[in-house]
């Protein structure tokens, strides 16, 4: 396993959890790394982006569900990328996946198959 996920868990509707992914040198520097998301229990059947961004620049991209309630962001001392996630909603319960592939986010960062590289995933679990 090389990009390593912690965080997540259980958490009620409105609060808050954090995850971070560590990557190796050579999945981090002028890479685009992110979190998908996946609520069924498909192998990696309709996995939805979350939040992507270019390590050299911090741009980042998001999806509209998390807009305003998730800030990805990046600690290149650590090779980390951090996604906060607040106000989070029953419907934020999901499986996480860090991802990882080289260059820019470009216009298909929403999409599963631009990311070669992908973490074991972590459970997120909000109740109502």
């Known amino acids: 396993v090389q990009l390593v996920e912690s965080g997540g868990g259980s958490v009620q509707a409105g609060g808050s959890l954090t995850l971070s992914c560590r990557a190796p040198g050579d999945m981090y520097s002028s890479h685009c790394m992110g979190w998908f998301r996946q609520t069924s229990g498909e192998e990696r059947e309709e996995r939805e982006a979350?939040?992507?961004?270019?390590?050299?620049?911090?741009?980042?991209d998001y999806a509209d569900f998390a807009k305003g309630r998730f800030t990805i962001f990046q600690d290149n001392a650590k090779n980390t990328v951090t996604l906060q996630m607040n106000s989070l909603k029953p419907e934020d319960t999901a499986k996480y996946y860090c991802?990882?592939?080289?260059?820019?986010?470009?216009?298909?960062?929403?999409?599963?198959?631009?990311?070669?590289?992908w973490g074991q995933g972590t459970q997120v679990t909000v109740s109502s």
């Open positions: 979350v939040a992507t961004i270019y390590t050299d620049t911090g741009s980042a």
């Open positions: 991802v990882s592939d080289w260059g820019h986010c470009g216009s298909n960062w929403w999409y599963q198959g631009s990311y070669a590289f």
